[in-house]
């Protein structure tokens, strides 16, 4: 038999395997302390504080354009880093509101 997640056990999918809570419910059944739910919220409200400040650095920078105002690769791989990181930090702080709850 395989192994089941907590919750999952009294429901069937018709096949002797529980189906779990299906793509409708997220994080069905996922206990996180308090305390790393809001070390997540803490840690996306940086992210999502810091980088966009970082990004008037960079934009401002010489670097970022050169002679004929076009960009070059120190804006266009801050640009990345940046969305990246808003990313992430975006999705951290949804899980740990989730967790919240």
Do not use: C, K
Request: proline share 6%; hydrophobic share 55%; aromatic share 6%.
């Amino acid at each position: 038999m395989a192994a089941t997640l907590p919750g999952e056990a009294d429901i069937d999918d018709g096949h002797g395997r529980g189906r779990g809570a299906g793509p409708g419910v997220i994080l069905a059944g996922v206990n996180l302390p308090v305390a790393w739910s809001v070390l997540l919220v803490v840690t996306a409200g940086w992210n999502l504080l810091i980088w966009p400040r970082f990004w008037q650095r960079i934009a401002a920078d010489p670097r970022s354009r050169d002679d004929a105002g076009r960009p070059t690769r120190f804006l266009t791989v801050h640009a990345v880093l940046i969305a990246v990181s808003l990313a992430l930090g975006l999705a951290v702080g949804v899980l740990g509101v989730l967790t919240l709850f």
